[in-house]
């Protein structure tokens, strides 16, 4: 088991932040649950859009090299729109809101994805 050295100080700035540790001795500030949440709206949508890539290599429509060019557009793509997301500052968000999140960019991976 691993031994922490060091001193850690809360300023106004992290107050609200959570600690986490590694088994390797290093620290990580946790993501807020609105950053957690939208991360997660994107990890959800990616893999969707995975779904896609596969599909279209398995059927030829694009080749190994597209795909892999395309994957990383929609990673970046997922990125940036995620921290667009509006989402309520208590980090909970209602089935609905989720699923009309996720469908509105799930739609635009899909565009984005078959476009040349």
């Known amino acids: 088991m691993p031994t922490y050295d060091g001193r ?3 300023t106004w700035t992290n107050k609200h932040l959570r600690l986490l540790a590694h ?9 807020s649950e609105v950053d957690a949440l939208r991360a997660f709206i994107a990890a959800f949508v990616f893999q969707m859009g995975l779904v896609e ?5 398995a059927t030829g429509l694009i ?3 597209t795909a892999t060019r395309k994957e990383g ?8 729109r995620a921290s667009e997301l509006k989402v309520p500052t208590t980090g909970t968000m209602s089935m ?4 009309a999140h996720a469908d ?3 739609r635009e991976a899909i565009a984005l ?3 040349r």
């Open 96 to 99: 609905a809101d989720f699923s």
């Open 53 to 57: 890539l596969r599909a279209n290599l």
């Open 104 to 106: 509105r960019l799930v």
């Open 23 to 31: 088994d390797d001795g290093t620290y990580e500030w946790a993501p």
């Open 73 to 80: 557009r929609l990673r970046r793509y997922l990125d940036q």
């Open 113 to 115: 994805l078959r476009a």
């Open 8 to 10: 850690l100080e809360l």
């Open 63 to 65: 080749d190994f090299s």
